[in-house]
């Protein structure tokens, strides 16, 4: 097949996936080949791509990625096994038939270089005639036959040495026949039970996870969350897991032990060998097969739900980062503390520190009136407008002081809202945190990003690794790349789909904008600090390493407001500008009268101002965007009110109506921030008086809700709550054991990102999503399985 051939199929595949014909499918591929970015083709190539929108174009580019790595693999066997001479036509077919990695490694096993095996020895001892006269002719006697081949320089001491080696190669040849393996893989992903039962010994050191002491459950459908919880308590060696072939676990290994016996045309006909061959089908499927697909399927789910949680993660990560921002107030930054202080940072309407203190309200110094009336002159001398407290520890205390500063203050205008920590520390401690603030003390940096990410949210969120933000579920078990990849594009996608200030932006933003790495925005910010302000678009081809194709990229999204060209506050890319004057020329009226009339802009036909280069699709998105230029696509600001008086877990009671936040979603339900210092959960179960597939259809993270208490477990730490006002307090859930589905033990989103952390999972852990979880124990339990069959 030649290149343009192959590149037309992947096209196609790819194209019939997400719903696409071929010829967008190549046409986006062609323009990421080129270096354009997703949100880039997204917007401004709707035109190329026949208007794929981004989630299309992400999931093109990830099944991209992995087709064309599929391609340089079958490339890679089919000229290994050429090299060894043994590249049949049908072989061949089958190869290029491959649609999965799986089928074509299922392919590659018989010829792939391996370590010698007890197949191999017993090959070069001359024991293959035996295996196969056995196979061929089962009147044979197999003890007598076997005597022929007893040679002790070959190292075959007897006939029992010599079956046990004929055996092994008939077990190699079986367990390596590509179709046998795809059909029972198949067959146990469909039946397949994941049995979970508790090491010995382990029931007290593993009490959180005591509802999977004794758990079966189909393979096909548990759930992503369950599922990592259990490979999670697998890798603690808390629980062991199997996999059964159906419910009824020995007549399903009868069953896999049949299709082996079958496709080795054995059967028990009373012959004399007939017993030998099929202990041989017995112990292929038992202590070979099964073993290799059931770590096979366990990695096949493993990576379904770490896809899963990833999606989760990178939803919830979406819902902050498009969190409503304040706006341009002057905000005094509250970080809460107990024997350390309370920090305190004012920043101004544009963000820059103006003062900075700590307070000691608190146990031991209780200093009170003192940081009162500290915060009180700050407040008047700045002008505040908002007082940002962070929600980590004395987050209530504190919140309740600024309740009456405001009252000292006198001001009808000055508000307190809680604002959540996820990643302020680790920003804190940040190299980018050191640039901005070298003179200023890590525990301070923390004040400025709790002030600042209740003005834009997702300008101060960005300058934080976005794992760090931890408002995933088991983010601390999945594929670390894997994650890291998603998050960013998230990421990438929230900054270009808000569009970006370039005169007033930070490095860190401006590199999360299409095109722009990190050296090319720090060179933006240079240039803007050395000059001034931009105040063209066209201007940026001055900076450094800022060339045409990556204006070209970067310039749609970034605004200059107050410039010398009206349209570079919009996201109209400077490329389409000729279409605006010709609606300028059109209409006769000039661009300062268009902009923002949208009575007159809808009554325009877009087919009346299209060219070769700009269809219908391009003109209309520019006369939505000339209605409201800039327009921010993220809701308006609003704040949840915590009840007065309830600010520990042991002060809640069953029944409380309460305000709270949803800081987190997961598959299984939706955490919320109630005011308490430790997040409750509402059950999917609970979130509506309608059935909820996923809990995202009903809420996002940094939604304001109001909820019921059904639960108060003081002792565990965990609250159930319910969406339904009217639920009965004392029936937490409609699914026994369901609270215990939480991903954390502890707060899930809190300021040291722990937010993915599943039960029992220390802080700061990261990356051992795949530590351990195969090697050992997969040796150790292939030896088991194989004794106990030689054993039945």
């Given at each position: 097949?030649?290149?343009?051939?192959?590149?037309?199929?992947?096209?196609?595949?790819?194209?019939?996936?997400?719903?696409?014909?071929?010829?967008?499918?190549?046409?986006?591929?062609?323009?990421?080949?080129?270096?354009?970015?997703?949100?880039?083709?997204?917007?401004?190539?709707?035109?190329?791509?026949?208007?794929?929108?981004?989630?299309?174009?992400?999931?093109?580019?990830?099944?991209?990625?992995?087709?064309?790595?599929?391609?340089?693999?079958?490339?890679?066997?089919?000229?290994?096994?050429?090299?060894?001479?043994?590249?049949?036509?049908?072989?061949?077919?089958?190869?290029?038939?491959?649609?999965?990695?799986?089928?074509?490694?299922?392919?590659?096993?018989?010829?792939?270089?391996?370590?010698?095996?007890?197949?191999?020895?017993?090959?070069?001892?001359?024991?293959?005639?035996?295996?196969?006269?056995?196979?061929?002719?089962?009147?044979?006697?197999?003890?007598?036959?076997?005597?022929?081949?007893?040679?002790?320089?070959?190292?075959?001491?007897?006939?029992?040495?010599?079956?046990?080696?004929?055996?092994?190669?008939?077990?190699?040849?079986?367990?390596?026949?590509?179709?046998?393996?795809?059909?029972?893989?198949?067959?146990?992903?469909?039946?397949?039970?994941?049995?979970?039962?508790?090491?010995?010994?382990?029931?007290?050191?593993?009490?959180?996870?005591?509802?999977?002491?004794?758990?079966?459950?189909?393979?096909?459908?548990?759930?992503?969350?369950?599922?990592?919880?259990?490979?999670?308590?697998?890798?603690?060696?808390?629980?062991?897991?199997?996999?059964?072939?159906?419910?009824?676990?020995?007549?399903?290994?009868?069953?896999?032990?049949?299709?082996?016996?079958?496709?080795?045309?054995?059967?028990?006909?009373?012959?004399?060998?007939?017993?030998?061959?099929?202990?041989?089908?017995?112990?292929?499927?038992?202590?070979?097969?099964?073993?290799?697909?059931?770590?096979?399927?366990?990695?096949?789910?493993?990576?379904?739900?770490?896809?899963?949680?990833?999606?989760?993660?990178?939803?919830?990560?979406?819902?902050l980062l498009l969190a409503a921002p304040a706006g341009p107030k002057t905000v005094l930054g509250l970080d809460p503390g107990i024997r350390?202080?309370?920090?305190?940072?004012?920043?101004?309407?544009?963000?820059?520190?103006?003062?900075?203190?700590?307070?000691?309200?608190?146990?031991?110094?209780?200093?009170?009136?003192?940081?009162?009336?500290?915060?009180?002159?700050?407040?008047?001398?700045?002008?505040?407008?908002?007082?940002?407290?962070?929600?980590?520890?004395?987050?209530?205390?504190?919140?309740?002081?600024?309740?009456?500063?405001?009252?000292?203050?006198?001001?009808?205008?000055?508000?307190?809202?809680?604002?959540?920590?996820?990643?302020?520390?680790?920003?804190?401690?940040?190299?980018?945190?050191?640039?901005?603030?070298?003179?200023?003390?890590?525990?301070?940096?923390?004040?400025?990003?709790?002030?600042?990410?209740?003005?834009?949210?997702?300008?101060?969120?960005?300058?934080?690794?976005?794992?760090?933000?931890?408002?995933?579920?088991?983010?601390?078990?999945?594929?670390?790349?894997?994650?890291?990849?998603?998050?960013?594009?998230?990421?990438?996608?929230?900054?270009?789909?808000?569009?970006?200030?370039?005169?007033?932006?930070?490095?860190?933003?401006?590199?999360?904008?299409?095109?722009?790495?990190?050296?090319?925005?720090?060179?933006?910010?240079?240039?803007?600090?050395?000059?001034?302000?931009?105040?063209?678009?066209?201007?940026?081809?001055?900076?450094?390493?800022?060339?045409?194709?990556?204006?070209?990229?970067?310039?749609?999204?970034?605004?200059?407001?107050?410039?010398?060209?009206?349209?570079?506050?919009?996201?109209?890319?400077?490329?389409?500008?000729?279409?605006?004057?010709?609606?300028?020329?059109?209409?006769?009226?000039?661009?300062?009268?268009?902009?923002?009339?949208?009575?007159?802009?809808?009554?325009?036909?877009?087919?009346?101002?299209?060219?070769?280069?700009?269809?219908?699709?391009?003109?209309?998105?520019?006369?939505?965007?000339?209605?409201?230029?800039?327009?921010?696509?993220?809701?308006?600001?609003?704040?949840?009110?915590?009840?007065?008086?309830?600010?520990?877990?042991?002060?809640?009671?069953?029944?409380?109506?309460?305000?709270?936040?949803?800081?987190?979603?997961?598959?299984?339900?939706?955490?919320?921030?109630?005011?308490?210092?430790?997040?409750?959960?509402?059950?999917?179960?609970?979130?509506?008086?309608?059935?909820?597939?996923?809990?995202?259809?009903?809420?996002?993270?940094?939604?304001?809700?109001?909820?019921?208490?059904?639960?108060?477990?003081?002792?565990?730490?965990?609250?159930?709550?319910?969406?339904?006002?009217?639920?009965?307090?004392?029936?937490?859930?409609?699914?026994?054991?369901?609270?215990?589905?939480?991903?954390?033990?502890?707060?899930?989103?809190?300021?040291?990102?722990?937010?993915?952390?599943?039960?029992?999972?220390?802080?700061?852990?990261?990356?051992?999503?795949?530590?351990?979880?195969?090697?050992?124990?997969?040796?150790?339990?292939?030896?088991?399985?194989?004794?106990?069959?030689?054993?039945?």
């Amino acid at each position: 097949m030649s290149d343009t051939q192959l590149a037309q199929q992947i096209a196609q595949t790819i194209a019939d996936e997400i719903g696409a014909q071929a010829a967008q499918a190549r046409a986006a591929i062609a323009l990421l080949d080129e270096g354009a970015s997703v949100p880039f083709i997204a917007r401004y190539r709707k035109e190329v791509t026949g208007g794929l929108d981004d989630t299309q174009l992400r999931n093109l580019e990830s099944r991209l990625t992995y087709l064309r790595e599929l391609e340089d693999r079958r490339a890679a066997v089919l000229s290994s096994i050429d090299e060894q001479g043994k590249l049949t036509d049908e072989l061949r077919s089958d190869i290029l038939a491959a649609d999965t990695k799986s089928r074509l490694e299922d392919l590659y096993l018989p010829y792939k270089t391996k370590r010698r095996t007890r197949a191999q020895i017993a090959r070069e001892a001359g024991l293959e005639p035996l295996a196969d006269g056995l196979l061929e002719d089962p009147t044979r006697e197999p003890k007598v036959f076997a005597e022929t081949f007893v040679d002790a320089a070959k190292g075959v001491a007897d006939a029992k040495a010599a079956l046990e080696g004929a055996r092994a190669i008939l077990m190699e040849r079986w367990g390596e026949d590509a179709a046998l393996v795809g059909e029972l893989r198949g067959w146990l992903s469909d039946n397949g039970v994941i049995r979970a039962r508790v090491a010995e010994g382990k029931e007290n050191e593993g009490a959180k996870y005591r509802d999977y002491f004794e758990h079966a459950e189909a393979l096909a459908k548990i759930p992503s969350h369950r599922l990592l919880a259990l490979f999670r308590a697998r890798r603690e060696e808390i629980l062991h897991l199997e996999l059964d072939p159906g419910t009824d676990a020995e007549a399903g290994h009868q069953y896999g032990e049949g299709r082996v016996a079958f496709k080795a045309g054995i059967r028990d006909a009373g012959r004399a060998a007939d017993r030998w061959l099929l202990d041989a089908c017995r112990l292929t499927w038992r202590a070979k097969l099964h073993m290799h697909l059931l770590l096979d399927l366990f990695n096949q789910a493993r990576e379904k739900a770490e896809a899963e949680a990833i999606t989760v993660f990178g939803d919830n990560l979406k819902d902050l980062l498009l969190a409503a921002p304040a706006g341009p107030k002057t905000v005094l930054g509250l970080d809460p503390g107990i024997r350390t202080g309370c920090k305190v940072a004012v920043v101004d309407a544009t963000g820059k520190l103006v003062a900075t203190d700590t307070i000691y309200p608190h146990e031991p110094r209780r200093q009170w009136e003192q940081s009162l009336q500290s915060l009180r002159q700050l407040c008047i001398k700045h002008n505040v407008e908002l007082i940002a407290i962070g929600n980590g520890t004395a987050s209530r205390e504190t919140d309740k002081l600024a309740g009456e500063v405001i009252a000292a203050v006198g001001s009808t205008t000055l508000q307190k809202i809680v604002v959540s920590e996820a990643g302020a520390s680790v920003y804190s401690a940040s190299e980018f945190a050191a640039r901005e603030f070298p003179d200023l003390d890590v525990s301070i940096r923390g004040a400025v990003s709790i002030a600042r990410r209740l003005q834009d949210p997702l300008a101060e969120l960005v300058k934080i690794e976005p794992k760090a933000i931890g408002v995933g579920q088991y983010q601390h078990d999945v594929d670390q790349y894997r994650l890291a990849r998603a998050l960013e594009a998230r990421v990438e996608d929230c900054v270009n789909a808000v569009g970006v200030h370039v005169n007033t932006a930070s490095a860190a933003l401006l590199a999360r904008v299409s095109g722009l790495s990190s050296t090319v925005a720090e060179n933006i910010v240079r240039h803007r600090d050395d000059n001034g302000p931009f105040k063209r678009r066209k201007d940026l081809l001055k900076v450094p390493r800022l060339g045409e194709k990556t204006f070209e990229q970067c310039a749609g999204f970034l605004r200059i407001a107050d410039g010398d060209q009206p349209l570079d506050a919009s996201s109209v890319h400077p490329e389409a500008y000729p279409v605006v004057e010709r609606i300028v020329a059109a209409t006769a009226r000039p661009i300062k009268a268009l902009i923002g009339d949208g009575s007159f802009l809808r009554g325009l036909k877009p087919e009346q101002f299209t060219d070769e280069t700009f269809g219908v699709p391009t003109v209309r998105d520019i006369l939505k965007e000339l209605e409201k230029p800039g327009r921010d696509p993220r809701p308006e600001f609003k704040a949840a009110r915590f009840a007065e008086g309830v600010e520990d877990i042991k002060d809640l009671r069953e029944g409380m109506i309460l305000e709270g936040v949803v800081s987190n979603v997961a598959a299984f339900g939706a955490f919320v921030d109630i005011g308490v210092h430790q997040d409750g959960l509402v059950h999917i179960s609970a979130l509506s008086d309608t059935f909820v597939k996923d809990p995202r259809d009903v809420v996002k993270a940094g939604d304001i809700v109001k909820v019921k208490v059904l639960e108060v477990d003081v002792a565990r730490k965990r609250i159930a709550l319910t969406r339904r006002l009217d639920d009965t307090p004392g029936q937490s859930t409609s699914r026994p054991g369901a609270r215990d589905e939480r991903p954390n033990a502890g707060n899930p989103a809190r300021r040291d990102g722990a937010g993915g952390r599943g039960p029992g999972q220390p802080r700061g852990h990261g990356g051992g999503g795949r530590a351990g979880s195969t090697a050992a124990p997969a040796n150790n339990a292939l030896a088991d399985a194989f004794a106990r069959a030689k054993r039945s």
